[in-house]
């Protein structure tokens, strides 16, 4: 007898569920699969019907929060005012993942997860920018992986406050840093390279 999808994907998510409830108060190597069935009220088979170990419960709900192409609106490469890049894009997805990301990506999290969301969402845009005629080089490759760096570093951060600034504000601050670099926003000046 075939089970039904909807109580398939259900005791999935059951099974996952518990085990978050575990891993955000014990970490990953207190979990184990005893726990989570009992938490869940299933039995040691039906969890290895979904999963082969506690660290694939981990892969699979970190692969359910990376976003894909669908959660990027097109790029803006004019000269308007608008950042090519999707500052507010990225708060809404953090903000749509809270519950996970400010434990993953806190001081308690997997160190993988950062990687793991930096490297898709960068695969993203670059291959948007390469397709908008911004050729593929170092300096692109650089420039994403530093803004990006820096945008999940100041988005953990605000979601670990116990009192978080307003939205607006902070997307206020990351497009002025994004444009007008973070030099500026300290000194006030622009900065000079000074030739090799």
């Given at each position: 007898m075939k089970k039904q999808p909807e109580l398939t994907a259900q005791t999935k998510q059951n099974l996952m569920e518990a085990f978050w409830?575990?891993?955000?108060?014990?970490?990953?190597e207190k979990v184990s699969v005893k726990?989570?069935?009992?938490?869940?009220?299933?039995?040691?088979?039906t969890f290895y019907e979904y999963f082969t170990d506690v660290y694939d419960v981990l892969e699979q709900i970190?692969?359910?929060?990376?976003?894909?192409?669908?959660?990027?609106?097109?790029l803006k490469l004019d000269n308007s005012s608008a950042t090519p890049l999707p500052v507010d894009t990225v708060i809404n997805i953090y903000e749509k993942n809270r519950k996970y990301f400010v434990v993953l990506l806190g001081e308690n999290g997997d160190p993988s997860f950062q990687s793991k969301l930096k490297r898709s969402v960068k695969d993203m845009l670059k291959n948007k920018l390469v397709t908008e005629g911004i050729g593929d080089n170092?300096?692109?490759?650089?420039?994403?992986?530093?803004?990006?760096?820096?945008?999940?570093?100041?988005?953990?951060y605000w979601f670990?406050?116990?009192?978080?600034?307003?939205r607006e504000r902070l997307l206020e601050l990351l497009y002025e840093l994004t444009h007008?670099?973070?030099?500026?926003?300290?000194?006030?000046?622009?900065?000079?390279?000074?030739?090799?």
């Open positions: 409830q575990l891993y955000c108060k014990e970490g990953i726990e989570i069935t009992a938490k869940a009220g299933y039995n040691r088979s970190e692969n359910s929060l990376l976003p894909g192409p669908q959660d990027f609106p097109p170092f300096e692109l490759d650089f420039t994403l992986e530093y803004i990006l760096s820096a945008m999940i570093g100041v988005l953990s670990s406050l116990d009192t978080i600034p307003p007008n670099g973070v030099t500026h926003k300290l000194t006030g000046e622009s900065i000079t390279i000074p030739a090799a």
